[in-house]
């Protein structure tokens, strides 16, 4: 009787963890920083699969947001600053390495190209 009451916990135990709804479970946590003259700082972080959303709330009411969007084929990354200036990041994964392109509050963009070198 233990040893079925063992297999039908291990057998649940292996199911809720493949199965998509317990891969897809959002998880959010928020930090609040007291500095020492009672000012206060706070985090939010929201991740769901490969998705992150991250705000942050500086002690004088100035908020940063970060959004980043992953998928297997790449990333795309938005950060805006407290004074609304937007940078943003486009990742793009092949077989053969990754290119990224960042976007400046400016519009000026840099781009980086990475191969990967097959070892023989």
Known sequence: MKRRLSLAM???MAAAVLSPAAQAKERER???ITGEKG?????DVTRNQGDV???TTGPNGKSKTRSVDRIASGATATVTGPRGRTLNR???RTETGSTTTV???DG???TVTIDKQKQP
Request: glycine residues 4%; positive net charge; charged residues 20%.
């Open 10 to 12: 291990s057998l649940l």
């Open 30 to 32: 928020k930090t609040t």
């Open 39 to 43: 000012r206060t700082a706070t985090r």
């Open 53 to 55: 959303t991250q705000t």
């Open 90 to 92: 486009q990742t793009t």
């Open 103 to 105: 976007t400046g509050p």
């Open 108 to 110: 000026k963009t840099k």
